[in-house]
């Protein structure tokens, strides 16, 4: 099972400006109605074969996201074995973003 970062973790990372990689494995419905900044958006139906189009910064944490944390979980094992290594999943997903660290992100 992949390794998370909760909401308040990754908003520390940000905040220091720490090498981080946003992934979103939503639709690009959800991804319209609400998304973190700087993100890619690879919906995890076409994660497999598209895979190729990221490209993190050398060292970035890799941070999977989705709405609640379920298909991150899956999009963060895609990746491990895809040969990423340092990649985690968002626990809680945006909407733990939402709650959490900037209630500005819409939820749905």
């Known amino acids: 099972m992949p390794r998370q970062i909760t909401v308040q973790q990754l908003k ?3 905040d220091a400006k720490e090498p981080t990689y946003l992934v979103d494995v939503r639709q ?4 319209a109605t ?3 900044p700087d993100n890619l958006l690879l919906p995890l139906d076409q994660l497999a074969v598209r895979a190729d189009e990221m490209a993190p910064p050398p060292g970035a944490l890799v941070v999977v996201y989705c709405h609640h944390g379920i298909r991150s979980l899956t999009g963060a ?3 491990e ?3 990423v290594s340092n ?3 968002l626990a809680g997903g945006i909407d733990a973003w939402s709650l959490l660290v900037d209630a500005g992100v819409p939820r749905y």
């Open 87 to 89: 990649v985690v999943s």
């Open 81 to 83: 074995r895809l040969g």
């Open 28 to 31: 690009p419905w959800e991804h």
């Open 34 to 36: 609400a998304a973190l």
């Open 77 to 79: 094992a895609l990746l």
């Open 12 to 14: 520390a990372r940000l």
